[in-house]
């Protein structure tokens, strides 16, 4: 059986921080739109499941601080991984904070 090689693959998303953070949509009122750059690994047999190496945030217009607080690091986690799986149909492999880095604004 041969070896293969697995690429890796590049999402931009669009994310909105808002009154109740990290939100998939946009709140009109309350909303700081940010660019989410993640870049992930396809893995398993029939590359069903997506491992995240790196999650790029960056702002738009206005900074926003990168979360301190163990229970708005873990929604904002859950938020991208599921909207993750929903744009590639893949399940995702547990993300790790270490992989997420808040850029200065562009």
Do not use: C
Request: charged letters at 25%; glycine letters at 4%; zero cysteines.
């Amino acid at each position: 059986m041969g070896s293969s090689q697995t690429y890796p693959e590049t999402y931009d998303l669009a994310l909105y921080y808002t009154v109740n953070p990290w939100s998939a949509q946009l709140n009109e009122q309350n909303s700081v739109l940010l660019n989410a750059k993640i870049i992930g690994v396809p893995k398993g047999r029939n590359a069903y499941r997506l491992r995240v190496d790196l999650i790029q945030v960056t702002p738009v217009n206005t900074p926003v601080a990168k979360p301190k607080d163990k229970a708005t690091r873990r929604y904002f986690i859950e938020t991208i991984s599921r909207m993750l799986e929903e744009h590639t149909g893949r399940t995702i492999d547990t993300i790790r904070w270490s992989v997420v880095d808040f850029m200065e604004k562009e």
